[in-house]
């Protein structure tokens, strides 16, 4: 096993697994994170928030890490800056966070209009996998229908978005419309970094 990939949640390795693959087709120079999971040189580790806890506790493994947060809001951006900064001053070790909220704002609305037949507009900054539920629920049950459910209808309804935001939307995704959607190459600098640090191994 050559490098670990600590990300917030499961729902981070489904969009990487998916998104390497993809690019990875379109430039074999960068990792396939899911083959080099089935091989065995890559282990996700999903922590569940909290990346503060995590910044040396998996030092005692020798291994190096590859740290991706999402950027959330203030202050928890504040917060996440100063947990990469920190893990950043580690041997073989790289902490990012990410330039938009969360992984689902990379998604191209194209992408996820094929999936749910419900255009969506987002920015970066916007929960993606909310508004995605709201649109599609209402959209069968009428304007206005999300506001009469309960807190935790909707967060049911907006962690099953997540899921197939992840899965099937992501597989929905081209290399034409992720560069719409990053035009700067972060995820491309993510998994360039990956790679770099598996080579340290």
Known sequence: ??????VEGTHDIKFLRRISTLLH?????????AA?????????LPISGHPQAWIRRLSPLNLPEFHLYDREQSPVT???LETVDRINQRSRCRGMLTQK????????PHSIQVITNVPLEFDDHACVATLAAQQVFESSHGKSA???LTRRAQVRLTNRAKHWLNTSAVEEMTVPLLQERDPDGEIISWLETIRQLAETA
């Not at 096993?1 to 600590?6: A, E, G, N, S």
């Not at 909220?101 to 191209?108: A, D, G, W």
């Open 1 to 6: 096993m050559r490098v670990l990939v600590v």
């Open 78 to 80: 504040e917060q996440r």
């Open 36 to 44: 080099m999971e089935r091989n065995r040189e890559l282990i996700f």
């Open 101 to 108: 909220r969360s992984l689902e704002n990379y998604l191209h």
């Open 146 to 148: 999300w506001q009469r």
């Open 25 to 33: 087709a379109e430039q074999p120079t960068l990792p396939d994170l």
